[in-house]
């Protein structure tokens, strides 16, 4: 279990609020939150729900196997080109049908490892953005905003899963210039305090969410780097009898 | 001396079929996310590539595979041919 999991875990009842309360008093018209919203398309207490369930732990897993799966296949295709016919035009076929074989195989060998270290890349990716969430999470957690929604009403169903916390009067998340702007207090409990901590708290939550699954579409979109390797790239893998190709001409 | 060629091409390619299995075996599954909006999105992005990517693997383990068998089978066959004609004294 990672700190995002244990955080969650612990922190489900502060998220459920948030959300609760994005979805009943909304938040302020130029908020940061509602851009935040519409590019993950999902609340920021369901957006750290998700991710504390989406492990990167089976694309390390993929990753693996695919690394073994290279080197068995970098290994036969030094033995296919090991491999020596006889004398005479039908060994000069078998040679050049074997020698391709060897080319092909080298090639998806090649794609195997290029394809391990994508996954490699979007595992680090979803675990640093994990890690990222994590210390926003822990952040908001320990925030004035945290206290102005534990006291909103309902907080006694909410309040559950919160942590403990303890903050200094008026204390804000840092880089959060709403409430002030706004005119709005931390420590006036009503609507307009509940919907600005929500949505300070949700935008926090949120940037770190778009920031990483941002990087991960960029790695989706980039998929696994070309390989160098003649052979698969040039000539697709296809299955061709090599009857019709290896004559025996006596 | 075909015979022994053919044995070992039949060996890379059972080292093949081993390869394709295993791959088939570890294919990957399907990412359960239940989350709305752009995450659950690329969840399914990430696997559907991944999916197309593992089973172009799958299929080029079993391509490499015929084509070894393949290429046993014809080896063999010279050799039959090459000892029929030693056998007739001269070209079939």
């Known amino acids: 279990m990672d700190a995002l999991s244990h955080l969650y875990l612990n922190t489900a009842g502060l998220l459920a609020r948030v959300d609760d309360t994005l979805a009943r008093w909304g938040a302020p018209e130029t908020h940061q939150v509602w851009q935040l919203l519409r590019r993950t398309g999902a609340l920021p207490g369901d957006a750290v729900a998700g991710l504390s369930a989406w492990s990167p732990q089976p694309w390390r897993e993929q990753a693996d196997e695919l690394r073994r799966q290279a080197e068995a296949a970098e290994a036969a295709g030094g033995r296919v080109g090991d491999l020596r016919g006889w004398e005479g035009p039908a060994a000069s076929a078998f040679q050049h049908t074997a020698d391709r074989l060897r080319r092909d195989v080298v090639a998806w060998a090649a794609e195997l490892r290029a394809q391990a270290v994508h996954l490699d890349s979007l595992a680090r990716c979803l675990a640093a953005g994990r890690s990222r969430t994590a210390r926003a999470l822990a952040r908001v957690a320990g925030s004035a905003e945290a206290v102005l929604l534990t006291g909103a009403p309902d907080a006694g169903e909410a309040a559950a899963g919160m942590l403990s916390i303890a903050v200094a009067p008026g204390a804000r998340l840092p880089g959060v210039a709403l409430a002030a702007a706004t005119g709005a207090r931390l420590d006036g409990a009503g609507p307009v305090s509940w919907a600005l901590a929500a949505a300070d708290v949700g935008a926090a939550l949120l940037h770190e969410i778009d920031v990483t699954l941002t990087e991960l579409d960029d790695l989706l979109t980039e998929g696994p780097a070309p390989t160098d390797e003649p052979g698969l790239q040039q000539s697709p893998v296809v299955h061709h009898p090599a009857s019709t190709t290896l004559r025996v001409d006596l | ?92």
């Open chain 2, 1 to 92: 001396m075909t015979d022994e060629l053919a044995a070992r091409v039949d060996a890379l390619a059972d080292e093949m079929a081993e390869q394709r299995t295993a791959l088939s075996r570890a294919t990957p599954g399907q990412t359960r996310l239940d989350v709305p909006g752009r995450m659950a999105a690329l969840a399914r992005t990430a696997d559907t590539a991944a999916g197309a990517r593992w089973s172009g693997h799958v299929a080029a383990a079993g391509g490499f595979d015929a084509r070894l068998r393949d290429l046993a089978a014809s080896v063999r066959t010279a050799g039959r041919n090459y000892r029929e004609a030693d056998e007739h004294g001269g070209v079939a």
